[in-house]
T-cell receptor, first 112, second 110 residues
Framework: SQQGEEDPQALSIQEGENATMNCSYK?????LQWYRQNSGRGLVHLIL?????REKHSGRLRVTLDTSKKSSSLLITASRAADTASYFC????????????FGKGITLSVRP | DGGITQSPKYLFRKEGQNVTLSCEQN?????MYWYRQDPGQGLRLIYY???????QKGDIAEGYSVSREKKESFPLTVTSAQKNPTAFYLC?????????FGAGTRLSVL
């Protein structure tokens, strides 16, 4: 079952613009993560936010989490052509038998 | 050079044949996972293992089997019972909550 649903499904922006991607989920979680996938490759972890956190930054990335609305957003500032990829949110619980549930992903195209 | 190694990169399966996808990690992680990805779709969990000699079914385990005899290795067998095996298969290992992925194996049916 896929817990996270990303929005929009596809996003096309100009280099230098900001990209905002959203994720909604259904059940309680302990942490939410964002991953990136370049075409035909494996996923790479970008950032993790725990349920007791509201906002987190990593370089040009900013992620927010609203547990009352069961939603998260990922902001990429000053986008580059190299940011072109698919982005997935994943939700999970820490601890024994921990596993992640991935959404269907957002395809981001950054035009040079 | 640390990481997750999946092989082969491309694999072709004949009708009625079992095929095995290799996944090796040298990150000393206890947990390992197998996912299936279909075009334009997210990842669906096939099997996962939190420790050697133990594994659990994921959401779509039917037609697949795994073993975990060594910490470093978590091979996935796609059996002839899996009628629609064409997909991109991803293996991951985990350090606490973060998963680290291999480059994937693309399986097609001849």
């Amino acid at each position: 079952s896929q817990q996270g649903e990303e929005d929009p499904q596809a996003l096309s922006i100009q280099e230098g613009e900001n990209a905002t991607m959203n994720c909604s989920y259904k059940t309680s979680i302990n942490n939410l993560q964002w991953y990136r996938q370049n075409s035909g490759r494996g996923l790479v972890h970008l950032i993790l936010i725990r349920s007791n956190e509201r906002e987190k930054h990593s370089g040009r990335l900013r992620v927010t989490l609203d547990t009352s609305k069961k939603s998260s957003s990922l902001l990429i500032t000053a986008s580059r052509a190299a940011d072109t990829a698919s982005y997935f949110c994943a939700t999970g619980f820490t601890g024994a038998n921990s596993k992640l549930t991935f959404g269907k992903g957002i395809t981001l195209s950054v035009r040079p | 050079d640390g990481g997750i190694t999946q092989s082969p990169k491309y694999l072709f399966r004949k009708e009625g044949q079992n095929v095995t996808l290799s996944c090796e990690q040298n990150l000393n992680h206890d947990a390992m996972y197998w996912y299936r990805q279909d075009p334009g779709q997210g990842l669906r969990l096939i099997y996962y293992s939190q420790i050697v000699n133990d594994f659990q079914k994921g959401d779509i385990a039917e037609g697949y089997s795994v073993s975990r005899e060594k910490k470093e290795s978590f091979p996935l067998t796609v059996t002839s019972a899996q009628k629609n095996p064409t997909a991109f298969y991803l293996c991951a290992s985990a350090d606490l909550d973060i998963q680290y992925f291999g480059a994937g194996t693309r399986l097609s049916v001849l």
